[in-house]
Structures are given as structure tokens and as C-alpha cells.
């Protein structure tokens, strides 16, 4: 019944009523407590637990919470990112540039194994296709590949060899295109990309902008890419963000009792609208009721047709057994609400707002 095909595309067959809210996740889950264990056996110089078998641990892992967001009914799936350690070292580890010289402190007692820029970046060998082919393999449904957007990669980590962070960001552009095209070429369909760091400096979400369209050069329309910007105050970068060459915004409002709700209500929001229901930052379920109330919120803003439903962010710092209940009711209640719209029984107006261009 919709028009939206790019996202109409991850409809599963038989689904059991005519409105669609596609459920996903942003990325991240709790690790399994055994495969961190893994990891320190592996790291420990005098254990014989060899990279073959940390590598079956992490296989392991990504079945399992893959299958998990399954028993959660997602409509699409990720594998929990159990292969990566943070979102950025991970990938600075595979790019050809980068070194690391130790950790830096973050806050507190927290510290970040922050990289350095020392030569030009070049593509190496592939980052994600044999994490995105295993998923893939284990699972009948859609799976979302998150790519660590250029602008952090570039932010996050020390320049020593460009001349800005913008120079560097759109060469970081050009791998990061580089390997979805491979995605693309495996079967990928949907792909987000995660830019934190956006929203700690929104005056450069032109930056972003130029960034993103050498992301998506040459990549088919009907591939499915997803912005995700989490924290920050998102006045600050909307509307200018609709001129992105993306299909959806994955936004964090739940965790702010969406107090920034109104500010994607003028000008009219044109893309898809991927609305966090759930706060990752409180480790209580919520209730399915609650959570249909937060969905409701996301039609203030866009039609059903436009509206996804996701977590906030990443969730990998819950319990596992609480991140599981988050997303089974986050199910539940999109189904729940998708049956009321059918029915006629939501009646939500949202007003007449202002056409972007003006």
C-alpha cells in the first residue's frame, strides 16, 4: 500500500498487517561474558587459545546474537557488531595511513586508543564483506551493514597528513564508497552510516553533506543508506541535513523525552524518519505500552510509510537479557501500532509545515 519501495524493499512476506513500520536496530549488542573471555585468552601470550579459535568465538557470537534479533522478531538484522572493539579503531586497523601510538584519556579513567592520520589513506583489503556474507548466511532476513561515517573517522583521530579534517574526511569518503560497493556486489542492501561526531560539531554538516556524496557516487538508488547522528543539539544542523543524498535519519530523541521532537516538524521532513523508541542510556525495559506512545511521537513528525523504528543508538553497554526485552517490545509495539492504523484507530495530524526549499 505504500510507495516508499526503497524501504517497502525489507517488507517481510505475509507480514501481518498493511501498514509497515520496519523494525532494525542502530548497530551494536552486548557481547556474549564467554567471548570476552576469548579475546583475553587470545591476548594472553601464554594460553594456546590461537586466532583460529578466537575467530570460531566470534563466529559464534555473531550467529547467536544475530539469531537473537530474530527470537526479537527485527525485521532487519545486524550481528551485534561482535567483531569490532570500538568504531573507530576498528576500522583504522584496516586502512592503509593510519597508526596508533597508545591511548589517550577521554574522561574520567576512560581512555581511547585515538589513532593518527600519518600518510595518505588507501583502501587495503575489504572491512566488512566477510562479517556482512556470514550474517547474511545465518539468518533468512534483511541484514544492515553500520559504517563508520569519514567525518568521524577524520574527527576522532590525530591529522598529521592532510591539510583539514575535510580533506581528510573525503578521501576517508572515497574508501568508505569503495566498500560498499563491494557490500553491494555480496548482496547488501542497507547500509547506515554512523556519524557521532556530527552532532559534537554541527557547524561542518557541510562537511558531511560533501562527505556523503562521494559516498554514494555510483551507488544504485534502491540501495538503502541511512544516516545516524546521535547526542547534540539538532537545531543545529536541521533542516540543512535534508539536502544529504541519504534515505533515512536515524536520530536519538527517547533518551531526550523527545524535547527536540518539534524540530523536525518545520520544514516538512522529507526523507525517512528511523526514531529511537527506546533509551539505551536506562537499563529498565520499557513497557510495550510506552514504547507505543513513542512511535506515536514519530508520526507527529512523518507518515507510517516514512517511519522506522530502532533503539536510540547502540545498545552494547545494557545487560544482554535487557537489551533483548528492549527490542521484543520494541516489536510488539510496532506491530501493535501498525494493527491501529489499520483499524483507524490513530489520528494524528501534523500540520501543514513549510516545503524545504522556502
Known amino acids: 500500500m505504500s510507495a516508499n519501495e526503497n524501504k517497502d524493499q525489507f517488507r517481510p512476506e505475509n507480514h501481518a498487517n498493511d501498514n509497515f513500520l520496519l523494525t532494525t536496530v542502530v548497530g551494536s549488542y552486548p557481547k556474549p561474558k564467554w567471548l570476552n573471555r576469548a579475546k583475553e585468552l587470545y591476548q594472553d ?7 583460529d579459535d578466537y575467530q570460531e568465538a566470534k563466529d559464534d557470537a555473531a550467529r547467536l546474537i544475530t539469531n537473537e ?29 593510519y597508526e596508533f601510538n597508545g ?12 589513532p593518527s592520520v600519518v600518510s ?6 575489504s572491512w566488512l564483506v566477510d562479517e556482512y556474507k556470514f550474517t547474511a548466511s545465518a539468518t533468512d ?6 559504517i563508520t561515517g569519514p567525518y568521524t573517522l577524520a574527527s576522532w583521530a590525530f591529522n598529521e ?32 552510516i554512523d556519524e557521532p561526531a556530527l552532532a559534537t560539531t554541527p557547524d561542518d554538516h557541510a562537511i558531511v553533506g560533501e562527505a556523503l556524496e562521494h559516498i554514494v557516487a555510483d551507488i544504485d538508488d534502491d540501495v538503502r543508506i541511512g544516516l545516524h547522528v546521535c547526542y547534540g543539539d ?36 522529507t526523507a525517512d524518519l528511523a526514531l529511537g523508541v527506546t533509551d539505551v542510556h536506562v537499563a529498565e525495559v520499557e513497557s510495550v505500552e510506552q514504547i507505543e506512545e513513542n512511535i506515536k511521537k514519530g508520526l507527529e513528525v512523518v507518515p507510517p510509510e516514512q517511519l522506522v523504528v530502532s533503539p536510540d543508538c547502540g ?15 520494541m516489536v510488539k509495539a510496532a506491530r501493535n501500532v501498525e494493527a491501529d492504523l489499520d483499524e483507524g484507530n490513530i489520528d494524528i495530524e501534523r500540520g501543514a509545515p513549510t516545503p524545504a526549499d522556502d
Open 45 to 51: 601470550e601464554n594460553h594456546g587459545f590461537d586466532e
Open 69 to 97: 534479533h530474530e527470537r526479537a522478531g527485527l525485521d532487519v538484522v545486524v550481528d551485534g557488531e561482535m567483531r569490532r572493539n570500538e568504531m573507530v579503531e576498528f576500522f583504522a586497523h584496516r586502512i592503509e595511513g
Open 103 to 114: 591511548p589517550v584519556k577521554v574522561w574520567g579513567h576512560n581512555y581511547f586508543d585515538k
Open 120 to 125: 595518505e589513506v588507501e583502501y587495503d583489503e
Open 141 to 146: 532476513r534483511p541484514v544492515k551493514v553500520p
Open 161 to 192: 597528513a592532510y591539510e583539514d579534517d575535510a580533506e581528510l574526511a573525503y578521501a576517508l569518503a572515497d574508501l568508505v564508497n569503495e566498500e560498499i560497493e563491494k557490500l553491494v556486489d555480496a548482496g547488501a542492501r542497507y547500509i547506515q
Open 234 to 269: 539538532y537545531s543545529r544542523i536541521y533542516p540543512e541535513i535534508l539536502e544529504f543524498p541519504v534515505d533515512e535519519f536515524d536520530l536519538e530523541l527517547a533518551n531526550g523525552d523527545y524535547e527536540q521532537l518539534d524540530v523536525f516538524k518545520d520544514p516538512e521532513f
Open 315 to 329: 545498545v552494547k553497554l545494557l545487560p544482554r537479557e535487557v537489551a533483548y526485552g528492549k527490542m521484543e517490545n
